[in-house]
Antibody, heavy 118, light 111 residues
Framework: EVQLVESGGGLVQPGGSLRLSCAAS????????MSWVRQAPGKGLEWVAN????????YYVDSVKGRFTISRDNAKNSLYLQMNSLRAEDTAVYYC???????????WGQGTMVTVSS | QSALTQPASVSGSPGQSITISCTGT?????????VSWYQQHPGKAPKLMIY???NRPSGVSNRFSGSKSGNTASLTISGLQAEDEADYYC???????????FGGGTKLTVL
């Protein structure tokens, strides 16, 4: 079964750090661009970052540049998002997703909630 | 403010057809055939319904169709069913960013 499973979310104080993980199974992980997409409570979707198959290209939304780092380990079929200097506005459900085509994500994880609050 | 504009809500009765619009610019929707649509039920992850303007992934009902005219893309759902009630989001490739952009979402209510 093709599947993505996120982990690592939780409650963190402003200025703190979290590392999200996404475990992929059922497909050749190393063949796909991968992305992180977030959704603040009651709000819409926002593309946070994506990474090329070999990790050589990475792109970020302006609001997280310099604070978040996307990475992957193809040997472990895993995607990561290191989040530093967290702000209240980073509070959201974070989804990892497989890039099927430009702006098209065909496989999504169940999401992991990140809450930034004191 | 979202880069792509969608109506906040639409509604229809079972069996009817509805259309959800997604308006952008020539830098995104109008300039490329990379528009996608997602369905999201409460508490669930989004599901890809349409990609590259009008293509349906395997397993998606043919009641869902996509089109584009100028800077506006549209999702049409025919033969509306109760289980179609959900939030719908469009997304598009854009030349003005290294990442794509989403619409603000449309809540579909089946009356």
């Amino acid at each position: 079964e093709v599947q993505l499973v996120e982990s690592g979310g939780g409650l963190v104080q402003p200025g703190g750090s979290l590392r999200l993980s996404c475990a992929a199974s059922g497909f050749t992980f190393s063949s796909y661009w991968m992305s992180w997409v977030r959704q603040a409570p009651g709000k819409g979707l926002e593309w946070v970052a994506n990474i090329k198959q070999d990790g050589s290209e990475k792109y970020y939304v302006d609001s997280v540049k310099g604070r978040f780092t996307i990475s992957r380990d193809n040997a472990k079929n895993s995607l990561y998002l290191q989040m530093n200097s967290l702000r209240a506005e980073d509070t959201a459900v974070y989804y990892c997703a497989r890039d099927y085509s430009l702006a098209a994500f065909d496989i999504w994880g169940q999401g992991t909630m990140v809450t930034v609050s004191s | 403010q979202s880069a792509l504009t969608q109506p906040a809500s639409v509604s229809g009765s079972p069996g009817q057809s509805i259309t959800i619009s997604c308006t952008g610019t020539s830098s995104d929707v109008g300039g490329y055939n990379y528009v996608s649509w997602y369905q999201q039920h409460p508490g669930k992850a989004p599901k890809l319904m349409i990609y590259e303007v009008s293509n349906r992934p395997s397993g998606v009902s043919n009641r869902f169709s996509g089109s584009k005219s100028g800077n506006t893309a549209s999702l049409t759902i025919s033969g509306l069913q109760a289980e179609d009630e959900a939030d719908y989001y469009c997304s598009s490739y854009t030349s003005s960013s290294t990442l794509g952009v989403f619409g603000g979402g449309t809540k579909l209510t089946v009356l």
